[in-house]
């Protein structure tokens, strides 16, 4: 049983019932939607075989003064040419399963869990379409790397897959064997990734790419039942990730730094919530829990909350002491260039919202939630947009 937020501290609000009309419908649509896994497309540059996924590095463009030489990087610029087929197969797979899983939960019709079985026996248990447990030529770089670590956040969206797996438990449609075949290739994933010299470092990672292992690592824990693993991300989230990411006022540096910083803080603290969610116990609810000093998670949304409320604050007044050698120092009224790419696209109905709302009973952070949009439609944002059911997360 997921031990996640309480809706006791919102009693007029009832996310299941708020939820439901627009998770029914997109299941609805879902029904129709055939299976398609990373077996239907192969990248000619990968040095991977049929089932293993590829992708290329997103910021790596050919050198013009050495077309065919090794690629060069232009931070947050992504190369139109890279291949991406792989990675447009897993976030059409996991919008179209989640739903599917989010509508059993709040239905309980069959229609809906066997619909979602057929994407997990394609995409996990078929031989000849399932995916290898195991992610080595992703984020690769011409003339340069065959696959990289960071490629872990590739199958960042198999979280949530995970909790939807969940749900689907005492349907028809999911039989014992059918469940252990899915279950074992979370089983087998879990052990590369935090095995394999590539999960390992990405899991040391010191920016979002480190939050993100960390949510994998624990919504796999979760669903195959590794509480020494679930541990570790609880131990990890309060040892490491909150206390070297998050500035005294709530915001992450690190995300800060890079070129399309709106973008960057939205979707790590979204990802470092959703963590806080699933590794919560009855005992102690990480959303709430502060490092002594006041930090939490808590915080880092009542700092990102008003720029999500209203971006052109960003613009006006985003505070700037994170960034500055005096972490005390906090200077207001700078003007800060938008993202270099999809400032416009900006915010989505962030996870991060509904969760800190439920945690710290901030209506005003419902509300917002509420207006923005819950189901974006540009790719780079479906990317970046991990936790699409927070049905799948809240009790």
Known sequence: MLALLSLAVLPHFNLDAYERPRVVQQAGAALTVEPKTITAARNPKSAGGLHDFSSDGDYWWPDPKNPDGPYLQRDGMSNPGNFVAHRQFLLTFGRTFDALAAAYKLTHEERFAAAAVKHLHAWFVDPATKMNPSLLYSQAIHGRF????????????????????????????????????????????????????????????????????????????????????????????????????MAPDGSFPQELRRTKPYGYSIFNLDVMTALAVVGSTPQENLMTWSLPDGRSLVKGVAWLAPYLADKNLWLKEVHRASLNQNADATMTGELVQPDVMYWADWPVRQPCLIFGALAASRADWLETWKKLNPDPSVEEIIRNYPIRQPVLWVN
């Open 146 to 245: 065959t696959g990289r670590s960071i490629g872990v956040i590739d199958t960042l969206h198999l979280a949530e897959v995970a909790l939807g797996i969940e749900a689907l438990r005492g349907s028809k449609a999911f039989t014992k064997d059918e469940e252990a075949a899915v279950t074992g290739w979370f089983r087998d994933y879990l052990t590369w990734l935090t095995t394999h010299p590539y999960g390992v470092e990405e899991s040391n990672a010191k920016n979002n790419h480190g939050t993100c292992a960390w949510l994998q690592i624990a919504c796999f824990a979760h669903l195959t039942g590794n509480q020494e693993k679930l541990a570790a991300a609880r131990t990890r989230f309060k040892d490491v990730l909150l206390p070297n990411q």
